[in-house]
């Protein structure tokens, strides 16, 4: 027997494939065929005289081990034996670090001893003409107590040589509070709850934040409050890779840490500022969000058009929305949260960029969610970093602009940069080169201000729970060979760009498929 197909089954059937077929046609096209911008332009493309030219590191991935949550879940993995060896790169198994049984346990402790070599890495830095210098505060360091009501002379003293050594070598530092990693002890329950959602989370976190405006605040212009929220809420809360490794159902499950990490910066950008004025101080304060170029798997298909928009929306635009407006309202959910004191703490949007995801959303799936794709394998020309990350320079100034129409404030490029271990530093290089193209294009053509930009990363380190395989360094590091840096090609090519802007014939010789 024949089943029959309703009417209105067919009707909607029908609906559906006109939608699907028209939909390019009618809202125009978002899947992005062009990768770099066309520059009608005298090369070669040089950029202002105060520009900020610098690189980027987290204390976590460079400073000696200190007791943050981070080292005692590296302590855990090395105990346990869970390094994931054998994982695809750039898909952390949770729990995992992969492969960090396979460096020794000087490495571990060390990362990449910049504790004793910052000195004569600010050197080489000035070197390639860098006049900034973005590295993030160990919490842990200052505070290696939950007790204690002063930071730990040690670790002040420690940031003061830092800072002044950074000076001495004409790099501004630009220092971020939160970069992922807080004190082991912050992590102990206070009333059934942990970390960011302890009753005394923000009475830590202030008394933190107020040491270091006063010990170290006079030496500083430029402050970043939280490297990258939603990353930290989505890796450490859903997917479970990062402290506290936990797997919640999904957004909304999180969007309370959220929330709360919006009022610690609310809370810093207060104490920052007033500091500042009583001393007469100038100061720059904002966060930094990694950001996207969210683009539909399937062009036509409406589904991956609407999630794409949904996911940009959430996981990058929630969260700056949040600070202009004082209310965090997380993108397709019910929850918002007025937050005192949020409306307006931003004096400049961080941006940080790293390619192209591609998000795919299936009807019989809904209930999941969408899902990304790092890159598209049946795209011959789409190059691809270590850790499968699209390359797509174009999406860089994308983003650039819409922040810059949203918000209308000055942009400070905190991390742009790619794990590439290639021996002839050749991805790394086109990489850099098509980048700062798009942001000549964004300032020139666009109209867009931009203050600086950060490449990351300065050296080769442990990069998180990919562990230290990924390369994203201006600098090899020989962690077998006592810690040695080695300047690779792409160095001078920043070094060239910071001097002399980009020469046509540099766009030619590294521009690839762009």
């Not at 919006?262 to 500022?273: E, G, P, W």
């Not at 940009?312 to 600070?323: E, L, N, R």
């Not at 409306?343 to 795919?360: H, K, L, S, W």
């Not at 190059?383 to 860089?396: M, V």
Request: net charge negative; aromatic share 14%; hydrophobic share 40%.
């Amino acid at each position: 027997m024949v089943k029959r197909i309703s009417v209105i089954t067919l009707l909607a059937l029908a609906a559906f494939i006109t939608v699907a077929l028209f939909t390019p046609w009618l809202i125009g096209e978002t899947r992005g065929k062009q990768t770099a911008s066309q520059i009608q332009a005298d090369y070669p493309l040089s950029f202002p005289s105060e520009f900020s030219w610098g690189v980027a590191v987290a204390a976590q991935h460079v400073e000696h081990q200190q007791p943050s949550d981070w080292t005692a879940f590296e302590r855990r993995v090395i105990r346990e034996g869970k390094t994931g060896t054998g994982d695809q790169p750039g898909q952390a198994k949770p729990g995992h670090i992969r492969d960090l049984d396979t460096v020794s346990a000087e490495v571990r402790q060390k990362k990449v001893d910049f504790d004793n070599r910052y000195e004569s890495d600010f050197q080489e830095l000035a070197k390639l003409g860098l006049n900034s210098y973005r590295f993030s505060l160990s919490w842990a360091r200052l505070f290696p107590r939950a007790d204690m009501k002063a930071p730990d002379p040690k670790g002040v003293a420690f940031y003061q040589d830092v800072i002044a050594a950074a000076k001495a070598n004409g790099l501004a530092p630009h220092v971020s509070l939160f970069h992922f990693s807080t004190p082991e002890w912050f992590w102990e329950e206070r009333d059934g709850k942990r970390g960011w959602e302890r009753p005394d989370a923000l009475e830590h976190w202030n008394r933190y934040v107020s040491a270091v405006s006063k010990f170290l605040g006079p030496e500083i212009n430029h402050w970043c409050t939280l490297n990258e929220p939603m990353v930290y809420a989505l890796w450490g809360y859903i997917e479970g890779v990062f402290p506290p490794l936990e797997q919640r159902a999904g957004p909304i499950d999180v969007a309370p840490v959220v929330a709360q990490l919006l009022r610690a910066h609310a809370d810093a950008y207060q104490i920052l500022h007033a500091d500042a004025d009583a001393r007469g101080q100038a100061i720059a304060v904002g966060l930094t969000q990694h950001t996207r170029a969210f683009e539909p798997w399937r062009n036509w298909h409406p589904l991956d058009r609407l999630s794409a928009g949904f996911v940009q929306q959430a996981f990058i635009w929630d969260v700056f929305d949040a600070i202009e407006s004082g209310t965090y309202a997380m993108a397709n959910t019910d929850f918002t949260a007025d937050i005192e004191g949020l409306a307006g703490t931003q004096d400049y949007v961080g941006i940080n960029y790293y390619g192209r995801f591609y998000v795919q959303m299936d009807i019989d799936a809904m209930a999941a969610g969408p899902v990304t794709h790092t890159h598209d394998p049946s795209d011959p020309d789409e190059l691809t970093s270590d850790l499968g990350w699209a390359l797509y320079p174009i999406g860089f100034s994308t983003v650039l602009n819409e922040a810059w129409q949203r918000y209308g404030k000055p942009i400070q490029i905190l991390e742009n940069g790619i794990a590439d271990a290639g021996a002839n530093d050749t991805l790394r290089q086109t990489f850099l080169v098509s980048h700062l193209r798009e942001v000549w294009y964004a300032m020139n053509v666009l109209g867009i201000d931009i203050d600086g930009y950060f490449h990351w990363s300065h050296l080769d380190n442990f990069e998180w729970a990919e562990g230290f395989n990924p390369r994203f360094g201006l600098f090899a590091v020989d962690y077998e060979n006592a810690f040695t840096r080695t300047a690779r090609p792409s160095a001078a090519v920043y070094a060239d760009i910071i001097g002399s802007g980009i020469s046509e014939a540099m766009w030619q010789r590294t521009r690839g498929p762009f």
